[in-house]
């Protein structure tokens, strides 16, 4: 089994997405891999707007809550990706060292169409991923 890290300073939005088309997408192709998600400063909530937007493609997040990183999650992951948050390495929790940032726009505050826009960007980047990996 394969573990994917999404790294987001709040874990509210990228992160959280991220998480889900991965183990919505590896259950329903039965892949070995499964995502997790935390934030170096993790938030109390997920943004309501990333959730509706999920829930548009049938995706849930309601199982899902922001976790704060730890370093047994980032030691367990085989790739740690953040998500354009500006993450500062010297800043986490964790001694990471992350894979790669896929630089996405933060959902936080944005209109929904800009949230689905991110969203897409998210699930093209999780089809790429998962293809790589299976």
Same mark, same amino acid.
């Given at each position: 089994?394969?573990?994917?890290?999404?790294?987001?300073?709040?874990? !509210? @939005?990228?992160?959280? /997405?991220? #998480?889900a088309?991965?183990?919505?997408?590896?259950?329903?192709?039965?892949? =070995?891999?499964?995502? #997790?998600?935390?934030?170096?400063? %993790?938030g109390?909530?997920?943004?309501?707007?990333?959730?509706?937007? /999920?829930? #548009?493609? @049938?995706?849930? /997040? =309601? !199982?899902?809550?922001?976790?704060?990183?730890?370093?047994?999650?980032?030691?367990? !992951?085989?790739?740690?990706?953040t998500?354009? &948050? @500006? +993450? *500062? %390495?010297?800043? &986490?929790? =964790?001694?990471?060292?992350?894979?790669?940032?896929w630089?996405? *726009?933060?959902?936080?505050?944005?209109?929904?169409?800009?949230?689905?826009?991110?969203?897409?960007?998210?699930? %093209?980047? +999780? #089809?790429?991923?998962?293809?790589?990996?299976?």
């Open positions: 089994m394969k573990t994917v890290l999404f790294v987001c300073v709040h874990n !509210a @939005g990228r992160s959280q /997405m991220a #998480e088309f991965v183990n919505h997408y590896a259950k329903e192709r039965g892949l =070995a891999v499964v995502g #997790e998600s935390a934030g170096t400063v %993790a109390t909530q997920i943004n309501p707007v990333a959730v509706e937007v /999920m829930a #548009e493609l @049938g995706i849930s /997040m =309601a !199982a899902q809550s922001p976790k704060q990183l730890t370093q047994e999650l980032a030691d367990r !992951a085989d790739k740690k990706i998500m354009g &948050c @500006g +993450v *500062d %390495a010297d800043a &986490c929790p =964790a001694r990471i060292f992350f894979t790669e940032d630089g996405l *726009d933060d959902p936080k505050g944005q209109p929904i169409e800009k949230v689905r826009e991110i969203r897409d960007q998210i699930k %093209a980047r +999780v #089809e790429t991923l998962l293809a790589e990996l299976a």
